[in-house]
């Protein structure tokens, strides 16, 4: 499988990648929490950019637009129907649907369309800032910072992260292999069962191997890890400060009520000079690290 | 004080009653490169294990006797510490690599014994430049080569400075240039900074110029111990399946001491004066370099192939991968029924790409795939065939009998032995009620001992020799040159050469015999039998007959 089509960690030369994982994680994680506290349509569109931005400037876009064409369908759809179906508020009704037992009387409102919609964004928003994240923080340096904080807990989620691809890999040969079959090998749910199987029985002996290593490697021992003491690179500085900056706004903007949306029982919105401001503000800062390209390559 | 010892060690997994080691006594001095010689199941890496604690510690187990690795006592000190003392490399390189980056595996080791930040990032770096691998620092491992990866679980295990090393096939899983680089710079790593080896080969010509002492095992008991040429004198007598195929040619043309390797006995046969040294054109074939020009020596091929249609015939094969490299670029391949071939190249080259082609488990971004009947595919983990816990589940007696595996029905696939893995696979491919017309394998021989090797090659031809065509990937010369009687040789995607395997392998430097390196290709002789009655018609001042396929 090629790189650009993995959602994974790859080392790359750009700003994000060069900031250290803690703050890359962190830049990531706020982008996804300020989806979370604001409720406006112009702020999330706002974050919307910003996250796909930032995946460009990270060089991991295509792997970024990839996921989000693929799971902004299912996402919208998902929340827009669920919403549609369950929400009583909305006044503006286009189509009634009659009784649906459990559901009762369901009658579709323009109000629950409009909310769906911008609890899908929303979603968006937080889906793509965790996907930067497993993109552009070293799981290696996260892995090591949190062993400090659980030693045996990060044993098991190393294991995990290793044996994820390596058992992927696993499945997809043993599926190679049935197809050498001259039957073509156990096909349909009875084929997947048996490969899933014989994945498992495999990954025993896979497991023991790589146990083996880190028993080798000193994993046992669980001797306090003494971290690397380096400077904050420019890169740190940058995305931290971004960071903050991201956060102070998204919560002025919510705590001042500098636009309002209220989608039920009819939708209004006001959107002011100020919420553009701030929406505005909210890209730039978001993305000025990326600006910096010194010191990306490593 | 002895870096490694072992005093009347015997050992039993668990649930098995037979030893896999008995009663094994030695010691590894510091500084000395050992090999460890040994048939597959003789219990070269259960002794490996051992010395690494993981044995009793990791695996469980009837222990008796003492190991003492840098002084500890592995009854007491775990794989952990003993870690310390010697680093390991196993034979997959893929179970070896845990961490992300390169950096972050080579700092795990050390990280884990609470080494500072400064002694961590200085080791990592020493490690990485002393092996050459400085520029895969920031590399995800997820994206090295094979060659690489193992050359990172090499630094791995380094990196904690260990004062022995111990390694089990490390050469295995590579590529002939991958497999010698990294012998050599076991070799310097050894020289340089005095740290004793233990390394687990079983492809001999490869190492034991490099090594002072060579370990041989059978049945888990310790049966000769002496250096290298002390090994081959022993093993032309009592084990020939472990003698070189330099020693092999030097015992069968009655030349005395066994070489150890290729520079030896060059000098060897310079001093008997029976190595020509002026290039003669009718002692060296050309290597045929185009596919399309290819000559046919052997006048039968060429008959048959006016006449019949080719068994397996590529046509200007492009895989190109979206997004990704081009794998193979226009290849063009005709193979007959009953031709023996062998793919060759580096990891990378195309080999695998071709096969699964060959096979229609992949479609060509350009060009075609015909072949007259079923190809039949064994890959190279014949473990990924099982699915049943029974063998005769798998397939049907008449099928186990045809593989010599009658009676192993009630076995489970994964207890069988390598040898016989690869032959119930085969079985599986083989069967269906449709013959196969072309039999496929990729990298068939990897971690076989030779004796296994030879009866693989035998059962191949004798495939051959019933009507099918036979195309295998593979790495090991020698196997080649056993098995085939044509060799196509790739690289990046492309056949550099294409002709009868006496051409193809006699020509070459690293895609060649060690036979045919030791005589330089003279005569087209690839075999230790051929070179023996070259020597032998050299010395009796007589004409040697070249092997077919050679033009004289």
Request: some cysteine; proline content about 5%; charged content about 20%.
């Amino acid at each position: 499988m090629s790189r650009a089509s993995r959602i994974a960690f790859f080392p790359r030369a750009s700003p994000l990648h060069a900031a250290r994982a803690s703050i890359a994680a962190a830049y990531g994680c706020v982008l996804a929490l300020a989806a979370l506290i604001t409720p406006d349509p112009v702020l999330l569109g706002a974050l919307l950019v910003s996250v796909l931005a930032a995946a460009f400037g990270a060089g991991v876009g295509r792997e970024i637009s990839r996921a989000a064409r693929t799971a902004a369908l299912p996402i919208i759809l998902l929340t827009v129907l669920v919403n549609v179906l369950v929400s009583r508020e909305g006044l503006t009704v286009f189509a009634r649907l009659g009784d649906w037992g459990v559901l009762g009387q369901v009658n579709l409102t323009v109000e629950a369309v409009v909310f769906g919609l911008v609890l899908a964004l929303r979603l968006m928003v937080v889906t793509l800032s965790c996907l930067l994240v497993v993109c552009a923080a070293n799981p290696d340096e996260l892995l090591l910072a949190f062993r400090r904080i659980s030693p045996r807990s990060a044993l098991t989620a190393t294991l995990t992260t290793r044996l994820i691809p390596v058992l992927g890999a696993d499945a997809r040969r043993l599926a190679e292999a049935q197809r050498c079959r001259p039957d073509g090998g156990a096909r349909g749910a009875r084929g997947r069962m048996a490969i899933l199987k014989a994945t498992v029985a495999g990954a025993l002996d896979r497991s023991l191997d790589v146990a083996a290593v880190l028993e080798m490697r000193g994993y046992g021992t669980a001797r306090p890890a003494r971290g690397s003491r380096a400077p904050l690179s420019r890169h740190d500085v940058a995305f931290a400060s971004s960071s903050v900056a991201v956060l102070l706004i998204t919560v002025y903007a919510s705590v001042a009520g500098l636009g309002s949306f209220s989608p039920y029982p009819l939708v209004s919105m006001s959107v002011t000079p100020a919420l553009l401001v701030a929406a505005a503000l909210l890209v730039l800062v978001a993305l000025a690290p990326f600006c910096d390209r010194k010191g990306i390559e490593r | 004080m002895s870096v490694l010892r072992f005093d009347h060690v015997s050992y039993a997994y668990p649930a098995v009653q037979r030893d896999a080691i008995s009663d094994v006594s030695l010691a590894i001095e510091p500084g000395e490169f050992c090999v460890v010689a040994g048939l597959s199941g003789s219990g070269k890496s259960t002794l490996l294990r051992a010395a690494a604690g993981l044995v009793p510690h990791f695996h469980g187990g009837r222990f008796a006797g003492t190991v003492t690795v840098g002084g500890l006592d592995t009854r007491e000190h775990g794989p952990a510490e003993a870690g310390e003392v010697a680093g390991t490399v196993l034979q997959d390189p893929e179970t070896q690599v845990i961490m992300t980056t390169v950096r972050a595996e080579l700092s795990l080791a050390l990280e884990n014994r609470g080494q500072a930040g400064a002694s961590v990032a200085r080791a990592v770096e020493e490690t990485s430049l002393s092996l050459g691998i400085a520029h895969l620092l920031d590399r995800a491992t997820a994206e090295l080569s094979g060659g690489e990866l193992q050359r990172v679980a090499l630094a791995s295990a380094l990196v904690c400075r260990p004062s022995l090393v111990l390694l089990d096939e490390p050469t295995s899983q590579l590529d002939p240039v991958a497999g010698d680089e990294l012998i050599w710079q076991l070799r310097r790593l050894n020289q340089e900074s005095d740290t004793a080896v233990l390394l687990i080969e079983h492809r001999l010509e490869r190492c034991l110029a490099a090594a002072d002492r060579v370990i041989a095992l059978s049945e888990g008991r310790v049966v000769c111990d002496r250096d290298p040429r002390g090994f081959l004198e022993w093993a032309a007598e009592s084990a020939p399946g472990l003698a070189t195929p330099g020693a092999r040619m030097f015992a069968r043309a009655g030349l005395r001491p066994p070489p150890t390797g290729v520079k030896q006995a060059r000098a060897a046969l310079r001093g008997a004066g029976l190595l020509h040294e002026t290039r003669d054109p009718a002692e060296n074939p050309p290597v045929v370099a185009d596919t399309r020009s290819r000559p046919r020596p052997l006048a039968a091929m060429r008959r048959r192939s006016r006449v019949q249609q080719p068994a397996l015939a590529l046509k200007g094969v492009w895989h190109e991968i979206t997004r990704g490299p081009t794998v193979l670029r226009s290849v063009d391949l005709s193979i007959q029924a009953g031709e023996r071939v062998v793919l060759m190249g580096r990891n990378g080259a195309g080999k695998s790409t071709l096969l699964r082609h060959a096979a229609g488990l992949l479609q060509p971004t350009r060009g075609s795939v015909q072949s007259s009947g079923r190809v039949a595919l064994l890959l190279q983990n014949p473990g990924d065939y099982f699915l049943h816990e029974r063998a005769d589940q798998e397939v049907s007696e008449d099928a186990l009998r045809m593989v010599g595996l009658a009676g192993l029905g009630a076995r489970n696939p994964r207890d069988l032995s390598g040898g016989q893995r690869q032959r119930l696979a085969l079985a599986i491919v083989l069967g269906g009620s449709e013959p196969a017309s072309v039999l496929a394998l990729d990298e068939p021989t990897r971690g076989m001992d030779t004796a296994s090797k030879r009866r693989l090659a035998r059962w191949l031809r004798a495939r051959a020799g019933e009507g099918a065509a036979v195309v295998l990937a593979t790495h090991d010369a020698e196997f080649a040159a056993e098995f085939a009687d044509r060799a196509v040789l790739l690289a990046d995607g492309r056949v550099i050469a294409d002709g009868p395997i006496e051409q193809v392998l006699a020509g070459g430097r690293y895609f060649a015999t060690e036979t045919a390196r030791i005589l330089d290709g003279a005569r087209g002789v690839l075999r230790p039998e051929q070179g023996a009655d070259l020597l032998l018609a050299r010395s009796a001042g007589e004409q040697y007959a070249a092997p077919q396929g050679v033009r004289s």
